[in-house]
């Protein structure tokens, strides 16, 4: 979609910085971070929001998960834990319309869920 920043950010028009892609999936660092560490995991094929998503996009949603356990071991935080978060249009907050887990961790969270 050529008018979404997350997109612009899988092809270099934006700079972020990425600590992770493959084929399917990109990882960066959020730019207002909610945590010590807050990284978007998002799919390379863009994807409005969870509600839009298909049956057929489920292992590349299952792979987002995948590649967030294997950054929190990255950045050290899989024993401590983690929080993952795919928040879903306006009631959940949700501001960019590209499909994204955050990973979040590095202190003890005390805010509730909602
Ligand atoms: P959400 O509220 O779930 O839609 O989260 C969107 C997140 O995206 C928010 O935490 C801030 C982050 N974000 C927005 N624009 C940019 C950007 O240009 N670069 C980076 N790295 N993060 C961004």
């Known amino acids: ?7 612009k950010i899988i092809a270099g028009e934006i700079p972020a910085t990425i600590v992770y892609r493959d084929e399917q999936a990109t990882a960066f660092r959020d730019i ?15 994807i409005d929001s969870v509600n839009m998503m298909t049956v057929d996009d489920e292992p ?7 590649t967030a356990k294997a950054l929190a071991a ?6 401590g834990g983690f929080r993952l978060i ?3 249009n306006a009631d959940a907050g949700q501001t960019v319309f590209h499909i994204h887990l955050h990973l979040l961790g ?4 005390k805010n509730p869920m909602g």
């Open 74 to 79: 990255q950045e050290g935080i899989a024993n």
């Open 32 to 46: 207002n971070p909610a945590a010590p560490i807050h990284i978007l995991i998002i799919p390379n094929k863009h």
């Open 1 to 7: 979609m050529t008018d979404c920043i997350f997109c």
């Open 86 to 88: 795919m928040n879903t």
């Open 106 to 109: 590095g202190s003890r969270m």
């Open 60 to 66: 590349l949603i299952g792979h987002l998960f995948t």
